[in-house]
């Protein structure tokens, strides 16, 4: 039977990077404390106690999703800022761009009589056209409650992403994401996993922060789940991180349409807060700029 492999927190980075090379999933335990944990319910709670199930199989029609979690959530908002969890997505995705940012956010309960998620990849949220030799997402799952096999806990088929396209696992071959409150699963855009059947009495929350390249669209459209009215309360690094900064010397720039001095004419949107930092601002030299353009 296909397991989840586990590690600590002191783990070193290499060591969890080289497991996730080969599975493509790895649970971190005991990473939140019960402060943490609790701060999180807080905060979500009454999202969660009004937004609606799932309209179809995919979403779950036992299944309730809240996003926005930069905008609701200041523990959430640590976890996504995370040392440890930024140096090992930079480390991950960074050999497929110049810089990443977070790419969707979402709370996520799998309530009882759940059926299972048909497993799939989440890259397919850009319809296939991108490589698969381009690994496109960093994704992280913190459990804010135990997950079980019997509540539902993530399938993960381990190896996955170094497979056919079409090839189907056997039984054998998923695994569960079973884990305790506080701990983190990390996986990849690559390898086929799930959300699980519930068949408890109880609900199985979890929040869901992912990390992409910066030059692809997020999933979540943090612009407007965190429009800049919302995100000046932010720190430099979370507006940065969610979308508030260019992605490549020329990609993410905005001009603003009231500004009739030419002060934020085609600039990073950093400038909109008053910042200074645009660390694209400067190019070596436009050769280097076509060299670059084909990997």
């Given at each position: 039977?296909?397991?989840?492999?586990?590690?600590?927190?002191?783990?070193?980075?290499?060591?969890?990077?080289?497991?996730?090379?080969?599975?493509?999933?790895?649970?971190?335990?005991?990473?939140?404390?019960?402060?943490q944990?609790?701060?999180?319910?807080n905060d979500?709670?009454?999202?969660?106690?009004?937004?609606?199930?799932?309209?179809?199989?995919?979403?779950?029609?036992?299944?309730k999703?809240?996003?926005?979690?930069?905008?609701?959530?200041e523990?959430?908002?640590?976890?996504?800022?995370?040392?440890?969890?930024?140096?090992?997505a930079?480390?991950?995705?960074?050999?497929?761009?110049?810089?990443?940012?977070?790419?969707?956010?979402?709370?996520?309960?799998?309530?009882?009589?759940?059926?299972?998620?048909?497993?799939?990849?989440?890259?397919?949220?850009?319809?296939?056209?991108?490589?698969?030799?381009?690994?496109?997402?960093?994704?992280?799952?913190?459990?804010?409650?135990?997950?079980?096999?019997?509540?539902?806990?993530?399938?993960?088929?381990?190896?996955?992403?170094?497979?056919?396209?079409?090839?189907?696992?056997?039984?054998?071959?998923?695994?569960?994401?079973?884990?305790?409150?506080?701990?983190?699963?990390?996986?990849?855009?690559?390898?086929?996993?799930?959300?699980?059947?519930?068949?408890?009495?109880?609900?199985?929350?979890?929040?869901f922060?992912?990390?992409?390249?910066?030059?692809l669209?997020?999933?979540?459209?943090?612009?407007?789940?965190?429009?800049?009215?919302?995100?000046?309360?932010?720190?430099?690094?979370?507006?940065?991180?969610i979308?508030?900064?260019?992605?490549?010397?020329?990609?993410?720039?905005?001009?603003?349409?009231?500004?009739?001095?030419?002060?934020?004419?085609?600039?990073?949107?950093?400038?909109?807060?008053?910042?200074?930092?645009?660390?694209?601002?400067?190019?070596?030299?436009p050769?280097?700029?076509?060299?670059?353009?084909?990997?």
């Amino acid at each position: 039977m296909a397991e989840v492999k586990h590690v600590s927190i002191d783990t070193p980075i290499e060591e969890i990077l080289n497991i996730i090379d080969e599975d493509a999933g790895v649970i971190i335990d005991d990473y939140l404390d019960s402060d943490q944990i609790a701060s999180i319910k807080n905060d979500l709670e009454p999202y969660l106690a009004t937004t609606r199930k799932g309209k179809d199989q995919f979403t779950g029609f036992e299944t309730k999703r809240v996003g926005a979690l930069m905008a609701r959530s200041e523990t959430c908002q640590q976890l996504a800022l995370d040392p440890m969890i930024n140096q090992m997505a930079a480390s991950f995705l960074e050999p497929y761009c110049e810089s990443y940012q977070l790419h969707f956010t979402s709370a996520i309960e799998i309530g009882p009589g759940e059926s299972s998620q048909i497993l799939h990849r989440d890259r397919g949220v850009w319809g296939g056209y991108i490589p698969r030799k381009i690994e496109t997402q960093f994704s992280t799952v913190w459990a804010i409650n135990d997950f079980t096999k019997e509540n539902g806990a993530t399938q993960l088929v381990p190896g996955s992403h170094k497979w056919d396209k079409n090839r189907q696992p056997e039984i054998d071959e998923i695994a569960y994401a079973e884990m305790k409150a506080g701990s983190v699963f990390i996986y990849t855009g690559s390898v086929l996993h799930g959300g699980g059947t519930n068949s408890t009495d109880e609900s199985r929350l979890g929040v869901f922060l992912h990390y992409a390249p910066s030059w692809l669209r997020q999933e979540e459209n943090q612009y407007l789940s965190c429009p800049p009215e919302v995100a000046e309360k932010f720190s430099p690094e979370l507006r940065s991180l969610i979308g508030y900064s260019k992605g490549g010397y020329v990609l993410g720039f905005f001009s603003d349409p009231n500004d009739k001095e030419g002060k934020l004419e085609s600039v990073s949107p950093e400038k909109i807060f008053g910042e200074s930092k645009d660390k694209f601002e400067s190019l070596a030299t436009p050769e280097n700029l076509v060299k670059e353009s084909t990997k």
